[in-house]
Each structure stands twice: as structure tokens, then as C-alpha cells.
């Protein structure tokens, strides 16, 4: 992997995590030019399934899912690496329309991770579960530190509180933008999520217990960390029961957009205009590429152009 551009601290304003204390954090890579490029986030929901978002995989490219890590550049001994074995992106996502939400995709993968002290399941909310405003959240990842900055090497976090859907939806924050299937977090202009960190986890404590209640999906093509444009994330808990559908029928191929060096693809095809957290700073590009065409928006992908290369 390359250092990359986007705005986030790896979680821009955020501070390295301690070694393995997001255990089921996993760094989803892509294969071009002789090596392998960290682009997206993502987190181990069982041991042969990751949770990440749509956009991170919404295009051919041949991807590799590595659990256990802390320094991308470095082997340390506590990873585990898979090749995906088939990619499930939700039916309803629109990579021409972010906002419509669905920001969500099952990978499985070829093999099962052996949990152990560096590499655990994530825990996810129940249906329909709602986090109060302002309720303690910290972001991971190892997006931009900063907005056109380069990816951070080790894994960093970020405290970043819920911002209420009737608040974020409000002109002077997101607007119509944002969904009741989304949840914002941050927003202070100090601390987000930035490029490299899409498809992440916002990890919330619930009866002490860290939950997964967040995908990083998209921050403002102003920059990663702008004042009253918090991180969005798709709500987790508003996905559970196709959580559960497509790991239940997940070896059943529903409809087929072609293979990519032996990956299969489960989705349909969409997107709209913002930038997404998941890589290479392209101001206001869909993470294909494309410009955006209505909203400001970024989504937090990695290092990537928009060829993939």
C-alpha cells in the first residue's frame, strides 16, 4: 500500500489507536501496479464475512481483506489475509445517488479469520436502534490525517459525537442530504473521517459493550473536517435483517454484473455526486470517477484514482 490523499487524519484531528483496540477493524486493499493499496475500512462480522460500504466496491477491481492489522506498511505477525470470494452490495444502492443511502456491502471471504486477541467479530446494534445526539462515538481508520493529505500508516481514532437526524438534517448542517437511515457524527471542523476511512466503523458503546453502529459513507467535498458537515455514516441498525438475508442465502447468486479476476459482484449499479472517504482526492468525483452532479459531498475511500490505479 501507498500513502494516499484525503483529509482525515486517518480520522482527521484523531490520534493513533492503541495496537489492536478496533480488533475487528479490517483494511480492505486492492491489487494494481504489483502491490496491494489499502482503500476502504471495514469490519469482521463473522469470520468469513466483512461489512463495508457499497462504494468501496463498486467497481472491478480485485480486492484482498486484511484483519489483525495496526501499520499498513509493515508486517507485524498479527495478520490474517483473504481474497474476497463474492461481494453483496445492497440491491437498492445507486452509486448516482449517494444520498438515496444503501451505502452497504457483505464481502465473503475465501477463508475464516481465527479469532484471537488481535482479531475479533464486531458487535452490531439491534434492529431499528437509535443513538440519542451527542452520544460517545469514536471513528477508526487509517484514512488522510488531513484533506489532501496522505494516509496514516497506523490504524487512528477519533472521538466523534452523534449529531441527531432532526439536526443534521437541517439546512445549516446536511439538509434533505441525509437520510433517517444514516447517522452523523462530529461536525466540530476539528475531528472526521476523511479519505481511506469509507466503509469503516463508528464504534459506539452500548451497556458497555463497543457496537458497530456506523459505515463511514461520505463527508463534504469542502473538506474532510468542515464545520456543521459531520461525517455520514449508514446506520447499521437500519440494515440488519438483510445483514441476516444475505448471509443466510449468500451462496445463492441473485443476479450477476459480470466476474472481476474472480470475484462475483451482487448489486445493482448507482451513485450520486459527493465524495466519499475511501481514497485519492478527486474533489467532486463519485468514487468511480464520475463528477458529482448535486451534492457536496466526498466519500472516504483511499489511495485510488479515479482508473483504479
Known amino acids: 500500500a501507498e500513502p494516499g490523499s484525503d483529509g482525515m487524519q486517518r480520522v482527521v484531528g484523531g490520534t493513533e489507536a492503541q495496537s489492536h483496540a478496533w480488533p475487528s477493524q479490517i483494511s480492505l486493499q486492492y491489487y494494481s501496479g504489483g502491490s496491494w493499496h489499502h482503500t476502504c475500512g471495514g469490519s469482521l462480522i463473522r469470520q468469513n464475512w466483512v ?14 481483506v486484511v484483519a489483525g492489522d495496526h501499520n499498513i506498511y509493515k508486517s507485524e505477525g498479527t495478520e490474517q489475509t483473504f481474497s474476497v470470494s463474492s461481494i453483496h452490495i445492497h440491491p437498492n444502492w445507486n452509486s448516482n445517488n449517494v444520498a438515496a443511502g444503501y451505502d452497504i456491502a457483505l464481502l465473503r471471504l475465501s477463508g475464516s479469520a481465527t479469532l484471537n486477541s488481535y482479531v475479533q467479530l ?19 481508520g487509517w484514512g488522510l490525517t488531513r484533506t489532501n493529505g496522505q494516509l496514516s500508516s497506523v490504524l487512528l481514532q477519533a472521538y466523534l459525537p452523534v449529531v441527531s437526524y432532526s439536526t443534521c438534517s437541517t439546512s445549516s448542517y446536511w439538509g434533505s442530504t441525509v437520510k433517517s437511515t444514516m447517522i452523523c457524527a462530529g461536525g466540530d471542523g476539528v475531528r472526521s473521517g476523511c479519505q481511506g476511512d469509507s466503509g469503516g466503523p463508528l464504534h459506539c458503546a452500548v451497556n458497555g459493550v463497543y457496537q458497530v453502529h456506523g459505515v463511514t459513507s461520505f463527508v463534504s467535498s469542502l473538506g474532510c473536517n468542515v464545520r456543521n458537515k459531520p461525517t455520514v455514516f449508514t ?12 448471509r443466510q442465502w449468500g451462496g445463492r447468486v441473485f443476479f450477476q454484473v459480470g466476474s472481476c479476476k474472480g470475484d462475483l459482484r ?33 466519500n472516504p475511500m483511499g489511495n485510488r484514482a479515479p482508473n483504479g490505479e
Open 122 to 140: 464486531a458487535v452490531l446494534p439491534s434492529q431499528g436502534t437509535v443513538l440519542a445526539n451527542n452520544y460517545p462515538c469514536y471513528i477508526s
Open 51 to 64: 461489512m463495508t460500504a457499497a462504494h468501496c466496491v463498486d467497481s472491478n477491481l480485485n480486492f484482498r
Open 266 to 298: 451482487v448489486f445493482s449499479t448507482h451513485w450520486e455526486g459527493v465524495e466519499h472517504p475511501r481514497g485519492h482526492s478527486m474533489g467532486d468525483r463519485a468514487p468511480n470517477g464520475a463528477r458529482s452532479t448535486q451534492w457536496e459531498m466526498e
Open 235 to 246: 446506520r447499521v441498525s437500519a440494515y440488519i435483517s438483510w445483514i441476516s438475508s444475505v
